[in-house]
Nanobody, 112 residues
Framework: QVQLWESGGGLVQPGGSLRLSCVLS????????MDWYRQSPGKERELVAA???????TYADSVKGRFTISRDNAKSTVYLQMNNLKPEDTAVYYC??????WGQGTQVTVTS
């Protein structure tokens, strides 16, 4: 059974940083493309960043230059380093695998 656990969210001021982590179990992490999504109240879930098994990365335009996705295959973990956070980044952040499995999400709140 595939399971995902996100962590690392919190409350941060504008301009601050957070690093999210997502651990996957029950599947061969190293061959998977992994994604980070986010969802704000009243909005659809949106793709934030993705990383392939060859470490090719893609980003939403709204986070380019501020967010960095990375992976540690030995730990079956995907990370999302978020710098220069803005209030519009406030959302629940989720990781996702090709089997369309989701974790419980981690809340990120950016406010002064």
């Amino acid at each position: 059974q595939v399971q995902l656990w996100e962590s690392g969210g919190g409350l941060v001021q504008p301009g601050g940083s957070l690093r999210l982590s997502c651990v996957l179990s029950g599947s061969t992490f190293s061959v998977l493309t992994m994604d980070w999504y986010r969802q704000s109240p009243g909005k659809e879930r949106e793709l934030v960043a993705a990383i392939t098994h060859t470490r090719r990365t893609t980003y939403a335009d709204s986070v380019k230059g501020r967010f960095t996705i990375s992976r540690d295959n030995a730990k079956s973990t995907v990370y999302l380093q978020m710098n220069n956070l803005k209030p519009e980044d406030t959302a629940v952040y989720y990781c996702n695998d090709p089997g369309d499995h989701w974790g419980q999400g981690t809340q990120v709140t950016v406010t002064s």
